[in-house]
Structures are given as structure tokens and as C-alpha cells.
């Protein structure tokens, strides 16, 4: 058993949990993930490492409420236990002194983005951060990625805080003053992270996003979490979940992430009574 020691709210349905997991925060990088259970009938969910602490032995995951587990995750108090918790799993993220990198994060993005900036400035590059979110209610993390950034650059659609707009608009603007940007990393929706490789592929940078395909047990062996890159079929959870950005067959893995989107809308409203009155477990 897992015991959650810190629960936050960050945003409206975002929510932070620090679990006591003292083997996986040994071993855990930028990069990697966890899958977890809540109890024995749950389903596995994967959910990217937003931090760890290797002293206190704990890995920290923020996580947006959007299906049924994850709002039942997030109903969990502080002091309550997850039954199974799995990692770290998937390939660490490549951090070494690049010269000067840009991390980009969109919505619940921005919190896996925040372990890669932060190892990337202990590397000693010169980092460069675009965070941004539909309004400012949902922006998170700002002061944490202002930390571990030598310039920090917010973006939100409506304008509600920084500049109104798209965090590729940013990027774009970033690329044509700095000249040289060595590499660039993007975490977010898929659709982000699609235009930030094509905001970057006319200036040739390396450009590295992770991948958020479905996926059921975290080890290669499902296949559930596949991704086309250069033509190759690869595992998100094996061979990734990073990946290069101009590589990525975008159109599949759209379409692959809205496979199950009519299943998923059924059990959110099996179990939360919409679909009748029985809220089996």
C-alpha cells in the first residue's frame, strides 16, 4: 500500500498528490512515469513524475480530473492509500549541457516539463521556459518553472494573464530573435505538440515531446501504447514516452487517442449515476 502524504488543489479539477514510495523515488528521472491502482477492481493508469525526493522517499503527480479513475483519484484524502504503484518506467529524458534548450509546456503539460527544465539548468544550459493554459485559473506551476529558468514566458488562450495567444506563437518568436536554440523540448496536448514540430522543423532543432498514447501495463508487453516514428512502430511505454518531434506519425496518434473516447464518456457516466442509478465499483 501507498500512502498519499500531500494532497493540492492546483486548478480547478487539477490536482497534486505526493505519494510515500520510497524504491521508485530512488531510481526516478526526468522523463519517466508511474502506473498506478487505487484499489483491487481499479483500472492501471499511467501518470508522468512531476517530482521526486529521494530523501523523504516520495514521487509527487499532478494529474487533471478527467475520467472516472481520475476523479476518483482525486477525491483521495491525505492519510489514504493506493493499492499498487509501479515505476519508474519508460526511458529517462537525455539531459546534458546542450548550450541553450527551450522547454515548452501547455496545460497539465507544464508539470512533466518541470523535472526536464530543472535537470537541464543543473546540466548548465541556458533555459528558456513557454508555459501556458487556456486562462490563467489553470495555469500552474509558474513559480516553480521561474526557478529553474533563465527567462520564463507565459501564454494564454483568452489573454487572461501574459501574452494572449498560443505557446507556439511564443516559441516562434523565441527561435527567430535567439538565433541559436540547441534543442527543444514539448509536453502537452498532442495537437501542441504536433505545431510546436512544425514551428521548429524550418530551423532544424532537435525537438522532443512525450507521448501520451493508451496504455495498460506499462512494460511492452500489450502493445496498447504504440507510436509511429520514422516509419517504425515503437512503444510509448518502453521505448519512450519521449520521442522526436519531426519523426511522429501525428495523424495516427490522433487517431489512436480518440479511439475510445465514446467508452470512456460511458463509464464516466455508468459510475457517476448518469447512466442509471447503480454506481458499481
Same mark, same amino acid.
Given at each position: ?14 490536482? !497534486?498528490?505526493? &505519494? ?32 521526486? +525526493?529521494?530523501?523523504?522517499? @516520495? ?16 477525491? !483521495?484524502?491525505?492519510?489514504?492509500? /493506493? ?36 535537470? !537541464? ?16 485559473? !489553470?495555469?500552474? /506551476? ?13 501564454? @494564454? ?32 496536448? &498532442? ?17 522532443? *515531446? ?8 506499462? @512494460? ?8 509511429? &516514428? ?7 511505454? *518502453? ?37 442509471? +442509478?447503480?454506481?458499481?465499483?
Amino acid at each position: 500500500m501507498y500512502r498519499i502524504v500531500k494532497k493540492k488543489e492546483l486548478a480547478k479539477n487539477i490536482k !497534486l498528490i505526493e &505519494v510515500e514510495a520510497p524504491m521508485v523515488a530512488a531510481k526516478a528521472a526526468a522523463g519517466q512515469f508511474v502506473i498506478l491502482r487505487i484499489d483491487e477492481p481499479g483500472e492501471r493508469i499511467p501518470l508522468t513524475i512531476a517530482d521526486f +525526493n529521494r530523501e523523504q522517499g @516520495t514521487i509527487t503527480m499532478i494529474f487533471q480530473e478527467v475520467g472516472y479513475t481520475t476523479r476518483k483519484l482525486g477525491e !483521495l484524502k491525505e492519510g489514504d492509500f /493506493l493499492a499498487d504503484f509501479v515505476g519508474p518506467l519508460g526511458q529517462p529524458s537525455e539531459i546534458e549541457k546542450y548550450g541553450r534548450v527551450v522547454c515548452v509546456g501547455g496545460g497539465v503539460g507544464v508539470a512533466p516539463v518541470y523535472p526536464i527544465a530543472r535537470a !537541464l539548468k543543473e546540466a548548465g544550459n541556458e533555459v528558456i521556459s513557454i508555459i501556458g493554459a487556456r486562462n490563467r485559473e !489553470l495555469l500552474i /506551476l509558474e513559480e516553480e518553472m521561474r526557478a529553474v529558468s533563465d527567462e520564463l514566458l507565459v501564454a @494564454t488562450d483568452d489573454g487572461s494573464y501574459g501574452r494572449k495567444g498560443f505557446v507556439t506563437e511564443l516559441l516562434d518568436e523565441v527561435l527567430r530573435r535567439n538565433g541559436r536554440v540547441d534543442r527543444v523540448w514539448a509536453i502537452g496536448p &498532442v495537437v501542441m505538440m504536433r505545431a510546436v514540430a512544425e514551428v521548429t522543423r524550418p530551423f532544424g532543432i532537435p525537438t522532443i *515531446v512525450s507521448m501520451n498514447p493508451i496504455m495498460v501495463d506499462g @512494460t511492452g508487453m500489450c502493445g496498447a501504447c504504440r507510436v509511429s &516514428v520514422g516509419g517504425e512502430t515503437k512503444f510509448a511505454c *518502453v521505448d519512450g514516452p519521449e520521442f522526436d518531434a519531426h519523426l511522429v506519425d501525428w495523424d495516427l496518434a490522433l487517431r489512436r487517442l480518440n479511439m475510445y473516447r465514446e467508452e470512456e464518456a460511458q463509464a464516466l457516466a455508468y459510475h457517476s449515476g448518469e447512466g442509471g +442509478n447503480c454506481r458499481c465499483q
